[in-house]
């Protein structure tokens, strides 16, 4: 585990060497995609966004885009795959992308996903059919990280009950916590974990925080010595449900939790025990199991839970540079050039 402003370094503790948790190799050799200026027979290039929110990205693309090359938004209340047929490019966003939707365009020539995360597509199926995936890394670090420490602050003030407190004008109640002298657990230091760090530190936090390499013994003691844990790390086979029953009753009685990744890295049930029984002291999600998700779910309704709509990675920052890559690459697409962010 690394703590007192060493989170990208390593640290030794009883003769062993521990590095950090969830860091994925990631492969950048793009290769070569077919010439052509336009979508064939002389129509123009069709891009459509798949995502069911964070519209205005769609317009931030629109913005940089070549002329000739035209990008729509899909309509949620109609099956993906018939809207889709005279798609050159398609940006899933949190669409499932399995085998049938990757065969459905009848000229597909990439998949860019305008985020990060590709583990809804299929992967292999796109390898298939010879089309590449590109996503978009390295937008949102900041803004993430940012939405993180909002969560933080707002779970050790109680800013629900303020907010009822206020209503019930009800004056310098409830009392919050101060964060300095306290321990912050990151899992993931991929840039939204590490800018979280130098924000804690800031703020007189020790930090914490272990990468995919971490056994799951640090892990589990990182959840004991941690007042606040904050999750960062990607969705895969390993970390899927890692913030569990396990790891929940591991951590010190009102333990503050917030999720900004993924969430089906944290088990439901196991969290939802964790706040009835007051082993945590509250719980801020940004991602949720489904989504949208349903606003009178009594999880999302409870005094010691703060929630926001997927917004963290959401600024007019972040947007433009994912815009400015979705958009570069479809300039490399029409060229015939090299892919940037290739991943298959």
């Known amino acids: 585990m690394h703590t007192n402003g060493h989170a990208n370094g390593n640290r030794r503790r009883n003769g062993k060497r521990l590095t950090c948790v969830f860091r994925h190799k990631r492969r950048t050799s793009p ?32 913005a940089r885009l070549p002329s000739g090359v035209v990008i729509r938004s899909w309509d949620g ?34 998949i860019q996903q305008p985020a990060v ?17 590109c996503n978009a890394p390295g937008t949102n670090g900041q803004a993430v990280a940012e939405a993180a420490l909002f969560l933080i602050l707002a779970l050790a003030r109680r800013l629900p009950r303020a907010t009822r407190a206020f209503a019930e004008r009800s004056i310098g109640a409830p009392l919050g916590v101060e964060l300095a002298g306290r321990t912050l657990g990151i899992l993931g230091l991929g840039r939204s974990g590490m ?3 130098r924000f804690a530190e800031a703020v007189g936090m020790r930090v914490l925080a272990a990468r995919s390499t971490t056994s799951r013994e640090d892990v589990l003691d990182l ?22 029953e396990a790891f929940l009753s591991r951590v010190k009685p009102g333990a503050l939790l917030v999720n900004v990744a993924r969430g089906p890295i944290v088990e439901r049930e196991a969290l ?10 509250g719980a801020g999600l940004d991602v949720f199991w489904e989504e949208p998700w349903d ?14 709509p997927h917004v963290a990675g959401s600024t007019e920052e972040a947007f433009a540079r994912i815009a400015d890559i979705v958009a570069g690459n479809v300039f490399r697409l029409v060229r015939g050039e090299p892919l940037l962010h290739r991943i298959a």
């Open 31 to 62: 290769g070569r995609v077919r010439s052509r200026r336009d979508g064939g027979n002389g129509r123009s290039v069709q891009i459509v966004f798949c995502g069911t929110g964070w519209f205005p990205i769609v317009d931030a693309i629109r």
């Open 77 to 110: 209340q109609l099956p993906l795959a018939t809207q889709i047929e005279d798609a050159d490019v398609l940006l899933p966003s949190n669409a499932r992308f399995d085998a049938a939707v990757i065969a459905a365009p009848r000229n597909l020539r990439l």
């Open 117 to 133: 995360g590709t583990e809804g597509i299929d992967l292999s199926a796109a390898r298939a059919r010879g089309v590449p995936v």
């Open 195 to 197: 800018a979280l760090a």
């Open 223 to 244: 959840a004991a010595r941690s007042d606040v844990i904050s999750v960062h790390c990607p969705l895969t086979p390993a970390t899927r449900g890692l913030v569990g």
């Open 272 to 281: 939802v025990h964790a706040l009835e029984s007051g082993r945590l002291g």
């Open 295 to 308: 606003p009178a779910d009594p999880l999302y309704r409870r005094e010691d839970v703060v929630v926001l």
